[in-house]
């Protein structure tokens, strides 16, 4: 279990914007894949966005294909989860989670991949 901690989450309108960013502490993030995930009440967790240790490799579940965008710093001193063209239906807890991947690995948006997890940070989405 790596620490791992999610800020960024907020509220918003429908069509508005937020940016998450996933940071570890005490390790660094280059020999690791990054997904967020998302939980909204009474559903199952959902995977969402992926990338890969060198940020080449990206994947997206279809729900925000197109509205989100994953990214790494070249410092890999965190991940973030651009949000955009946002709706109520967005409304849930990320996470973002790690797995050691090799440099070169693609990545994967499966949570059952996953072993060090974020606590989680809270995005609201409201008319």
């Known amino acids: 279990q790596l620490p791992l901690v999610e800020s960024g989450g907020g509220l918003a309108r429908p069509g508005g914007s937020l940016k998450l960013s996933c940071t570890p502490f005490?390790?660094?993030?280059?020999?690791?894949?990054i997904g967020w995930f998302r939980q909204a009440p009474g559903k199952p967790r959902e995977g969402i966005a992926c990338?890969?240790?060198?940020?080449?490799?990206?994947d997206y579940a279809n729900s925000v294909k197109g509205r989100f965008t994953i990214s790494r710093d070249n410092s890999e001193k965190a991940v973030y989860l651009q949000m955009n063209s946002l709706k109520s239906e967005d409304t849930a807890t990320y996470h973002c989670a790690a797995t050691p991947r090799a440099y070169g690995a693609i990545c994967s948006i499966n949570m059952d991949e996953y072993d060090s997890w974020g606590p989680g940070t809270q995005v609201t989405v409201f008319s």
């Open positions: 005490g390790f660094p993030l280059n020999n690791y894949g």
């Open positions: 990338i890969s240790p060198n940020g080449y490799n990206t």
